[in-house]
């Protein structure tokens, strides 16, 4: 049982690239979200779904892509990289309770130059 | 809407002593209450957790009482050690927010150091 899994731990990427955060979870969870952190603002949610086929945006969903294809995996993409988009982004995924324990992976380091 | 507030750090604190980190929200209708660490280089972990009015959530020597009263879920622990430091997070869940299946709602963090 792995848990919450994503890829890459580290990434380094140029303004205008565009790339893809992989996030899967093993919990068989409805629910997945992606969060960003930065210093002295907490988590703030980016993008969140429900289940296959359904996603919305959360706090700060600019700049941001994401779909549900399976219950599994639930990829973030960026679609033209900026250096605002600099943090360290989260997934996460629970059950359908909003009282349930939220699982979180170990993040990726992302840094646009 | 609804937010979290805690207390900002760091918190350094010597062996052995008394933790307290406050912790207050505004929400509407009613919340579950968390807290999450956050160890360096790692993840969030659930720490703690709360779903209903004096509720008190506990686990590994740290206790949080869900206070409706004062919108309050203040992070307690008697006798602090030195694999206690960590990134500390209150959070929120309410059905109410963007009416989906609850999306936590974070404060800022807390940085706790433990020294020897």
């Known amino acids: 049982n792995a848990g919450v899994t994503q890829t890459p731990k580290f990434q380094v990427l140029k303004t205008g690239q565009s790339m893809t955060l992989q996030c899967a979870q093993d919990?068989?969870?409805?629910?997945m979200s992606w969060y960003r952190q930065d210093p002295g603002m907490g988590l703030r949610l980016i993008h969140y779904?429900?289940?296959?086929?359904?996603?919305d945006q959360g706090e700060v969903p600019n700049g941001y892509n994401v779909s549900r294809s399976t219950t599994e995996d639930f990829p973030l993409r960026l679609l033209s990289a900026a250096p605002s988009q600099t943090s360290v982004y989260f997934c996460?995924?629970?059950?359908?309770?909003?009282?349930?324990?939220?699982?979180f992976g170990p993040g990726t380091r992302l840094t646009v130059l | 809407g609804n937010s979290v507030t805690q207390m900002e750090g760091p918190v350094t604190l010597s062996e052995e002593a008394f933790l307290t980190i406050n912790c207050t929200y505004t929400?509407?209708?009613?919340?579950?209450l968390f807290w999450y660490v956050q160890y360096p280089g790692e993840g969030l972990q659930l720490l703690l957790k709360?779903?209903?009015?004096?509720d008190k959530g506990s686990n590994k020597g740290f206790e949080a009482t869900y206070r409706k009263e004062t919108t309050s879920f203040h992070l307690e622990k008697g006798s602090v050690q030195v694999s206690d430091s960590a990134v500390y997070f209150c959070?929120?869940?309410?059905?109410?927010?963007?009416?989906?299946?609850?999306?936590?709602?974070f404060g800022k963090g807390t940085k706790l150091s433990v020294k020897p």
């Open positions: 919990m068989n969870h409805e629910y």
């Open positions: 929400a509407t209708g009613y919340p579950s």
């Open positions: 709360a779903t209903k009015a004096d």
């Open positions: 959070a929120l869940t309410s059905m109410n927010y963007g009416g989906s299946q609850g999306n936590l709602i």
């Open positions: 996460a995924s629970k059950a359908g309770d909003p009282a349930d324990t939220q699982y």
């Open positions: 779904s429900v289940g296959a086929g359904i996603t």
